[in-house]
DNA sequence: AAGTTGTTTTGATTTACTCAAAATAAGGGT
DNA sequence: ACCCTTATTTTGAGTAAATCAAAACAACTT
């Protein structure tokens, strides 16, 4: 029986994941696992400011160590909807998609119905080595749907 | 008989192009568009230096002026691929899709076959209005593939 | 030719992120 | 339990890409 492919809060034990993984355990990496399995594309941001609740004096350098230390171990996937800062995922070894709402940056998953990748072929091959194809569904999420986007600063990276 | 999609250097005039968009004819603006003509998928900088070679003081912030005032007017499509700096070009009003080089940053066009946006389906739509699915091929360029990457900086964004 | 409004210039500022050296802590060996 | 090695964190500076803003200037209208 495979594992499931979404994390849940339950069954991430950073501990262990991390030792498996070849990476000494931290209170600093536990924490920013632990803030990834609570919030599913999490920007280096909204981690920082999760884990600040326990622990003030964390750094945002701190943030960037762990996961960028976690995506070299294959253990996070970063993805950078453009125009939005990048963010974190801990579902990895599926070739899933991205929803991303274009006025509040809230991004969801989106199940590849092919599963591996590159699940697209590309017309024209250029002469490249192609490995992946990126699919990045664009729109407007419900929340921000109704609002007007007077100033566009007003309510920007809130969401999750 | 519908225009090709792909802009060429002999059938794009600046001139016309801006006044019918609206927008005033500039040197500058010129200068910006016959870069783009020439070089599909050419970066900010990459666009400074090329009407450097005519207008040595040209600065970056006119370019940055000329192609987000192109991309309101729907005269120019910005692209983002992620870990590279943002490209232009001018074909718009079709929807085709990209092929980056992961390690040079070159981009090439895809023709989407299906035409129109959005190409693809979500197989959830988390309650979005979605509009587009976005769909960017990630591999290794024919220059590229023979490279040892030592130094991740030695060669960055050279091409095109 | 003059006036209005859009555009460019100059220079500062911001955001998201990386780099680097010194201080510290994890985990293996004894 | 302690030491040692090496990984990790901290602190602070630095960077790239892009944006903001005010004053100077130029395009188009009449």
Redesign the interface.
């Known amino acids: 029986m495979p594992l499931p492919a979404t994390a849940h809060t339950h069954d991430v034990v950073p501990e262990v994941v991390l030792r498996t993984a070849g990476l000494r355990v931290t209170d600093s990496r536990r924490a920013v696992m632990q803030a990834l399995a609570d919030q599913p594309h999490a920007s280096a941001d909204q981690l920082l400011s999760t884990i600040q609740r326990a622990t003030p004096d964390a750094s945002m350098q701190s943030v960037y160590n762990a996961v960028t230390d976690f995506e070299r171990a294959g253990l996070v996937r970063?993805?950078?909807p453009?125009?939005h800062p990048g963010r974190f995922e801990l579902r990895v070894g599926d070739n899933h998609?991205h929803?991303v709402?274009r006025q509040c940056g809230q991004v969801?998953d989106?199940?590849c119905?092919v599963g591996g990748a590159?699940c697209?072929d590309?017309?024209?091959?250029?002469?490249?080595?192609?490995?992946?194809?990126?699919?990045?569904?664009?729109?407007?999420?419900?929340q921000c749907?109704g609002k007007k986007l007077e100033s566009p600063q007003a309510s920007k990276e809130t969401h999750e």
Request: proline share 3%; charged share 20%.
């Open positions: 970063r993805i950078e453009a125009g998609h929803l709402c969801e989106i199940d119905v590159p697209l590309a017309s024209n091959d250029h002469g490249y080595v192609i490995d992946e194809a990126e699919v990045t569904f664009w729109g407007v999420c419900s749907v």
